[in-house]
């Protein structure tokens, strides 16, 4: 009976704590979860009805709600029981531009009402940051009832997050800004070793290999925020396109480099066309991405199916390939291993099926890095083989013209030897019949018989 007793009394603190966050200077952060309660309406919502507090808010278990097009309330209120004013920030895991409006309402009046989101340039938020962040400001002794009102538009819509001070907000933003180098600086470093592969070798699957992965990082950049912070601050629509065009080109180089890498036109017919097909497809649905909201949130999920069949594919293919003596198929069998597991966790994480976490909201990261990371290593393995392949043939050609070298220099020799004694035996017999006719004028003319003797031991030394 007491421990129930006690059971009680810790619902009952939960639920008071979870109703009203107190807060004061020693105040440094708090998961939005565990103060805020959640109403759904696929509506507008009348503003005096949150005014007047006649909304019923309900406990929420996961604040990832995934593609929705419901609009999605959450109600904290906060007290402050110092007597200074509070500085604290409102930060959300998303990277997705989610159309959001806070407004604060004290003693049955809005105070105030801050927005951000898609179709809201960057220059415009309070705060400027990748994330969706709002500043709030608690005064001394104020008690305070916030409402975030999240705008469902057919888009991933994750609000996890949570209220922090200063320090606490800049140690967040540094943990995911090493996390997001570290990828980022992997992936670069990938692309330069492949760029230098193909400048040596002018093999284009190289190439195509560097741009899949550059465009990767442009997907990677839009979930993270930066090309709504750097590349398209004040057009929310381009910002959120770049996503589809990144997505799309990915797919792309990613068929071309894997038809050409493991030679699929020639090895395997049937994986060639339904890359090839898959290709057109990506290019039509991309197309149609351009007709907006419609078309971008029909892509997100059409690329997410397609994915996944690539993947299997090309699981199968690898395997397929293995029996018929390819080389590289274990780096590669590792990186379709990571895009199908890590992929369906993200794919399951942007449909709102699991709930945020570090793994699930660093699922595409983790994808992108670890399939482009073992893909180089089969590249890097494929032209390790090619190149002793290469050093083999290499010396097996040196051998040859050795043998063929000395065979030649021999029968060259032996030539030589031959044409220098035709020579010897023809300019022999050049001088006999040199001096049969000298033999023959001295005859004729009568010289003395000692002069034939030196002819003779002439010719006889010549000869020799």
Same mark, same amino acid.
């Given at each position: 009976?007491?421990? #129930?007793?006690?059971?009680?009394?810790?619902?009952?603190?939960?639920?008071?704590?979870?109703?009203?966050?107190?807060?004061?200077?020693? $105040?440094?952060?708090?998961?939005? +979860?565990?103060?805020?309660?959640?109403?759904?309406?696929?509506?507008?919502?009348?503003?005096?009805?949150?005014?007047?507090?006649?909304?019923?808010?309900?406990?929420?278990?996961?604040?990832?709600?995934?593609?929705?097009?419901?609009?999605?309330?959450?109600? $904290?209120?906060?007290?402050?029981?110092?007597?200074?004013?509070?500085?604290?920030?409102?930060? $959300?895991?998303?990277?997705?531009?989610?159309?959001?409006?806070?407004?604060?309402?004290?003693?049955?009046?809005?105070?105030?009402?801050?927005?951000?989101?898609?179709?809201?340039?960057?220059?415009?938020?309070?705060?400027?940051?990748?994330?969706?962040?709002?500043?709030?400001?608690?005064?001394?002794?104020?008690?305070?009832?916030?409402?975030?009102? %999240?705008?469902?538009? &057919?888009?991933?819509?994750?609000? %996890?997050?949570?209220?922090?001070?200063? #320090?606490?907000?800049?140690?967040?933003?540094?943990?995911?800004?090493?996390?997001?180098?570290?990828?980022?600086?992997?992936?670069?470093?990938?692309?330069?070793?492949?760029?230098?592969?193909?400048?040596?070798?002018?093999?284009?699957?190289?190439?195509?290999?560097?741009?899949?992965?550059?465009?990767?990082?442009?997907?990677?950049?839009?979930?993270?925020?930066?090309?709504? +912070?750097?590349? $398209?601050?004040?057009?929310?629509?381009?910002?959120?396109?770049?996503?589809?065009?990144?997505?799309?080109?990915?797919?792309?180089?990613?068929?071309?480099?894997?038809?050409?890498?493991?030679?699929?036109?020639?090895?395997?017919?049937?994986?060639?066309?339904?890359?090839?097909?898959?290709?057109?497809?990506?290019?039509?649905?991309?197309?149609?991405?351009?007709?907006?909201?419609?078309?971008?949130?029909?892509?997100?999920?059409?690329?997410?199916?397609?994915?996944?069949?690539?993947?299997?594919?090309?699981?199968?293919?690898?395997?397929?390939?293995?029996?018929? &003596?390819?080389?590289?198929?274990?780096? %590669?069998?590792?990186?379709?291993?990571?895009?199908?597991?890590?992929?369906?966790?993200?794919?399951?994480?942007?449909?709102?099926?699991?709930?945020?976490?570090?793994?699930?909201?660093?699922?595409?990261?983790?994808?992108?890095?670890?399939?482009?990371?073992?893909?180089?290593?089969?590249?890097?393995?494929?032209?390790?083989?090619?190149?002793?392949?290469?050093?083999?043939?290499?010396?097996?050609?040196?051998?040859?013209?050795?043998?063929?070298?000395?065979?030649?220099?021999?029968?060259?020799?032996?030539?030589?030897?031959?044409?220098?004694?035709?020579?010897?035996?023809?300019?022999?017999?050049?001088?006999?019949?040199?001096?049969? #006719?000298?033999?023959?004028?001295?005859?004729?003319?009568?010289?003395?018989?000692?002069?034939?003797?030196?002819?003779?031991?002439?010719?006889?030394?010549?000869?020799?």
């Amino acid at each position: 009976m007491l421990i #129930k007793f006690f059971i009680f009394l810790f619902f009952v603190s939960f639920h008071i704590s979870a109703q009203i966050l107190e807060v004061n200077k020693n $105040f440094e952060s708090i998961s939005i +979860q565990k103060i805020a309660k959640l109403y759904e309406n696929n509506y507008s919502i009348n503003e005096q009805n949150l005014i007047n507090n006649k909304l019923v808010f309900k406990s929420i278990s996961n604040l990832n709600f995934g593609i929705t097009y419901t609009n999605h309330w959450l109600k $904290f209120v906060m007290k402050n029981n110092s007597s200074q004013p509070i500085f604290l920030y409102l930060t $959300f895991e998303t990277n997705i531009n989610d159309s959001l409006i806070l407004y604060k309402i004290n003693e049955l009046k809005e105070i105030e009402k801050t927005s951000i989101g898609e179709f809201i340039p960057y220059q415009n938020r309070l705060v400027k940051h990748r994330n969706p962040i709002i500043p709030i400001t608690i005064y001394g002794k104020e008690k305070a009832c916030f409402y975030l009102k %999240a705008i469902g538009n &057919g888009q991933p819509m994750n609000l %996890a997050g949570s209220l922090q001070n200063a #320090k606490k907000f800049h140690d967040w933003d540094v943990k995911n800004l090493f996390i997001l180098g570290l990828i980022y600086g992997v992936l670069g470093l990938i692309v330069i070793l492949n760029l230098s592969f193909y400048f040596v070798t002018k093999e284009i699957v190289y190439l195509f290999f560097s741009l899949q992965i550059l465009f990767s990082i442009l997907t990677l950049s839009y979930l993270d925020g930066f090309v709504y +912070q750097y590349i $398209f601050p004040s057009n929310g629509y381009w910002a959120n396109q770049t996503a589809a065009i990144g997505m799309c080109l990915t797919f792309i180089f990613h068929n071309l480099f894997a038809s050409l890498f493991f030679n699929l036109k020639n090895d395997l017919k049937w994986a060639f066309n339904a890359y090839k097909y898959s290709t057109i497809a990506t290019i039509t649905i991309l197309i149609v991405s351009f007709i907006h909201p419609f078309g971008f949130n029909a892509f997100i999920v059409t690329m997410a199916m397609m994915t996944s069949v690539i993947a299997i594919l090309l699981f199968v293919s690898i395997l397929t390939l293995r029996s018929r &003596g390819f080389s590289s198929y274990v780096f %590669a069998l590792f990186s379709t291993i990571c895009l199908i597991i890590f992929g369906t966790f993200f794919q399951l994480y942007i449909l709102g099926y699991v709930p945020e976490t570090f793994f699930t909201h660093h699922a595409m990261h983790i994808t992108v890095g670890l399939q482009s990371l073992f893909l180089a290593l089969a590249v890097n393995d494929k032209f390790r083989t090619l190149r002793n392949e290469n050093s083999q043939y290499q010396i097996k050609l040196v051998e040859a013209l050795n043998v063929y070298s000395q065979s030649l220099i021999s029968n060259i020799e032996a030539e030589r030897q031959r044409i220098a004694v035709d020579i010897h035996d023809g300019f022999g017999q050049n001088l006999l019949v040199m001096r049969n #006719k000298i033999l023959y004028s001295l005859k004729k003319n009568k010289i003395p018989k000692e002069y034939q003797n030196v002819l003779d031991s002439l010719l006889e030394v010549t000869t020799q």
